[in-house]
């Protein structure tokens, strides 16, 4: 049994479940045959994890998160989640890449957006939503630039799914900041926990306007019934998407053979192609 760690969290949704094991099943048979020996199946809980006693530590020996089995073992920490030394393969975000993972981990591959609209290869981009009027939807700018209608969103409650997300807070904040604005021009903010909760809150009339990822929101209006009740009023700039990594300890051999088991998957276009 293999005693290295995968996992697909980021758009790993109830409703998902079947797809997002069916799509490691694809991803690990390519790793087997690489001669990698990759788990059977991904972790979706703190409890799934292998322990660590005395907890996770830096290449210099520095503490840097606790033991896995300390945590609620029925929820997922990502962070604890990324920072396993027996990370083999999962998906992360920019944001927090940004904010001081990639110290720890190794980029293995950029998946493909050009399914979603606000897509593009690697690159994707935010779907600014607030509640729907009957106006149409705003469609996604053929050139990947940001479309935000200041106008429409000053003095709204803002809400986003986590601080340290590159497609609900961070990718927003930039672009406002390059049009001379900040989020001041809100008048509140508040922290969601997700995507689907931030959709749910202006549905609800908890907010007044989120950033969602386009493949998020794809997703919401496949799965969740608050969506019916939301439009896209402006998208942010389109940026490089959720980058899958791997352990900073992982070998560089097998971080090769990881590059290549994708890449002929994509090639097969049995998964999104890759960057």
């Known amino acids: 049994m293999s005693e290295l760690v995968a996992a697909l969290p980021m758009y ?4 998902m479940r079947g797809e997002v094991d069916a799509q ?3 991803l690990r048979d390519a790793f087997l045959q690489k ?3 990759a788990p059977q199946t991904i972790v979706r809980r703190n409890g799934d994890l292998p322990p660590i006693p005395g907890g996770i530590r830096d290449a210099a020996g520095a503490l840097i998160a606790p033991d896995p089995a300390t945590l609620p073992p029925d929820e997922l920490d990502f962070h604890r989640l990324w920072l396993h030394p027996a990370l083999l393969f ?3 975000c920019w944001g927090p890449m940004e904010l001081g993972l990639s110290r ?5 591959a950029q998946p493909s957006y050009d399914a979603y609209e606000g897509g593009q290869g690697e690159l994707y981009s935010s779907a600014i939503v607030m509640l729907a009027d009957g106006a149409p939807s705003v469609a996604s700018p053929n050139d990947g630039s940001p479309l935000i209608p200041l106008d429409r969103i000053r003095g709204k409650r803002f809400t986003f799914n ?3 997300s590159m497609s609900g807070f961070l990718g927003l904040t930039r672009d406002l900041e390059a049009m001379g604005e900040s989020l001041d021009l809100f008048a509140s903010r508040s922290e969601s926990g997700g995507h689907r909760s931030s959709i749910v809150a202006i549905a609800e009339g908890k907010a007044d306007i989120a950033a969602i990822d386009c493949e998020s929101w794809a997703l919401a209006q496949r799965f969740e019934p608050a969506a019916k009740k939301v439009a896209v009023v402006g998208w942010t700039g389109r940026r490089k998407g959720l980058p899958y990594i791997t352990a900073a300890g992982t070998p560089e051999k097998t971080v090769g053979a990881l590059r290549e ?4 998957l994509a090639e097969q276009a049995l998964i999104q192609r890759v960057g």
Not at 12 to 15: A, F, Q, V
């Open 90 to 92: 999962a998906q992360t």
């Open 104 to 108: 720890h981990v190794q980029v293995v």
């Open 162 to 164: 986590s601080l340290d």
């Open 12 to 15: 790993d949704w109830p409703e």
């Open 35 to 37: 001669g990698i020996d």
């Open 261 to 264: 088991a994708i890449a002929g």
């Open 24 to 26: 490691w099943m694809l």
